[in-house]
């Protein structure tokens, strides 16, 4: 996970709390990415930043959003804590280089987020 | 929706013996990657292979692609104790460069 930091690492919230997901990495890519892993799934899409100062939604993006501070940091806020967001949460940044046939994705260590 | 589909979901092995893990997508790819993960951490990317490649080593993997099956495999020879772990395919599809996961196959190999 060398070069990607996210914070906190472990988080547990009550239902309707707020947090921010922070993501900062050191490897210069142009692009990021957050997703989900719930057990026994593999990782779900929640939002990305394809370039600093644009983002999207991926497939899971309901009750969060996202900010790109700069080219470093791209955080994931959730405004209203549910339960179903109980899972592990990974920030991914990607290259985005023109041959984007040779892009690898690496992953932060992740946050793993409690909701009750 | 998960493009890509493991098989099997789980293997246990003994050390020593080769393990074969193989995974099916439903749309054409740019390239397919195969990462491990090792429990409560995140995921450690393993090897990237490019839609118009069949075949790719590092080290004791070996990954195989069939475009027209939809298909890839990867085989870790002489397997470790150390390679217990979760493996996920993902396929990027070039939309957003964005990847899109599998279910992941937990591997188990026993001392």
């Known amino acids: 996970n060398a070069g990607v930091t996210q914070t906190p690492k472990f988080q547990v919230l009550k239902t309707g709390q707020s947090m921010t997901l922070q993501c900062a990495q050191d490897m210069n890519h142009n692009s990021m990415y957050w997703y989900r892993q719930d057990p026994g799934m593999g990782l779900r899409l929640i939002y990305y930043?394809?370039?600093?100062?644009?983002?999207d939604k991926g497939e899971v993006p309901n009750g969060y959003n996202v900010s790109r501070l700069n080219k470093r940091e791209f955080s994931l806020r959730l405004e209203s804590a549910a339960p179903s967001q109980t899972s592990v949460y990974f920030c991914a940044p990607k290259e985005a280089s023109e041959d984007t046939s040779t892009d690898t994705q690496y992953f932060g260590p992740g946050t793993r987020l409690t909701v009750l | 929706s998960q493009q890509g589909e493991e098989d099997p979901q789980a293997l246990s092995i003994q050390e020593g013996e080769n393990a074969t893990m193989n995974c099916s997508y439903k749309?054409?790819?740019?390239?397919l990657q195969w990462y491990r993960q090792n429990s409560g951490r995140g995921l450690v990317h393993l090897i990237l292979i490019r839609s118009n490649e069949r075949e790719k080593h590092s080290g004791r993997l070996r990954v195989t692609l069939d475009t027209s099956k939809k298909s890839s495999s990867l085989l870790i020879t002489a397997s470790r104790a150390a390679d217990t772990a979760s493996y996920f395919c993902?396929?990027?599809?070039?939309?957003?460069?964005?990847?899109?996961f599998g279910a992941g196959t937990i591997l188990r190999v026993k001392s």
């Open positions: 749309t054409s790819i740019n390239n």
């Open positions: 930043s394809a370039s600093e100062g644009t983002t």
């Open positions: 993902a396929t990027d599809a070039g939309e957003g460069n964005k990847l899109v």
